[in-house]
Nanobody, 123 residues
Framework: VQLVESGGGLVQPGGSLRLSCAASGRTFSTYAMAWFRQAPGKEREFVAAISRSGGPTYYADSVKGRFTISRDNTKNTLYLQMNRLKTEDTAVYYC?????????????????WGQGTQVTVSS
């Protein structure tokens, strides 16, 4: 599966953005999906994951209650709704796909990645 992110940009602290990740192919619904992010000089870190069906989800503590991951399998698209953004959310955001049922926070478990979209939170 090939992945293309969009929706990044510049937003003020406290603002909102919605990221999208469009997947190619007809097998999107067979992949567990996740969002990761990487700030300058830091390791790529887990943000959120969602099961193949869109049921079970999992979030990093740093975004819990502010971000919502969702997917539309009829549109082959993954989303990340980001509310109450903070300056520390500034990073390049990547979507990633992993075939199968298991939700994992380990980036090495994900085999397909998008090119990333920049999110900058600044006043």
């Amino acid at each position: 599966v090939q992945l293309v992110e969009s929706g990044g940009g510049l937003v003020q602290p406290g603002g909102s953005l919605r990221l999208s990740c469009a997947a190619s192919g007809r097998t999107f619904s067979t992949y567990a999906m996740a969002w990761f992010r990487q700030a300058p000089g830091k390791e790529r870190e887990f943000v959120a994951a969602i099961s193949r069906s869109g049921g079970p989800t999992y979030y990093a503590d740093s975004v819990k209650g502010r971000f919502t991951i969702s997917r539309d399998n009829t549109k082959n698209t993954l989303y990340l709704q980001m509310n109450r953004l903070k300056t520390e959310d500034t990073a390049v955001y990547y979507c990633a796909a992993r075939p199968g049922l298991v939700l994992t926070t380990t980036k090495e478990e994900y085999k397909n990645w998008g090119q990333g979209t920049q999110v900058t939170v600044s006043s």
